[in-house]
């Protein structure tokens, strides 16, 4: 069964750092490409960064520059480091292989000052 646990939100000051980590469990984490997604207040959920198993990364321009996704293959666990954080990235973030998939409870990251 397929088990998504993120960690690592909170609240930072603009101009900040958070590393979000993404547990897995129940796939075979090593083969399929990863994602990252958030949803703000208010706003749909979308997909903000992606890394493929062969490490292919891509990002949407908002992130571009300040976000890094990294994977650990041995842990079956995704990460997302976030630096020069922004009020506008406030929201819960979500890590998936498939969107049509269930989610995980997610972690929320709130910048503010």
């Known amino acids: 069964q397929l088990q998504l646990v993120e960690s690592g939100g909170g609240l930072v000051q603009p101009g900040g750092s958070l590393r979000l980590s993404c547990e897995t469990s129940?796939?075979?984490?090593?083969?399929?490409?990863m994602f990252w997604h958030r949803q703000a207040p208010g706003k749909q959920r979308e997909w903000i960064a992606f890394?493929?198993?062969?490490?292919?990364?891509k990002y949407i321009d908002s992130v571009k520059g300040r976000f890094t996704i990294s994977r650990d293959n041995i842990r079956d666990t995704l990460y997302l480091q976030m630096d020069n954080l922004k009020p506008e990235d406030t929201a819960v973030y979500y890590c998936?292989?498939?969107?049509?998939?269930?989610w995980g409870q997610g972690t929320q990251v709130t910048v503010s000052s």
């Open positions: 129940g796939f075979m984490f090593g083969i399929y490409t």
């Open positions: 890394r493929t198993s062969s490490g292919t990364t």
């Open positions: 998936n292989r498939d969107p049509q998939l269930p």
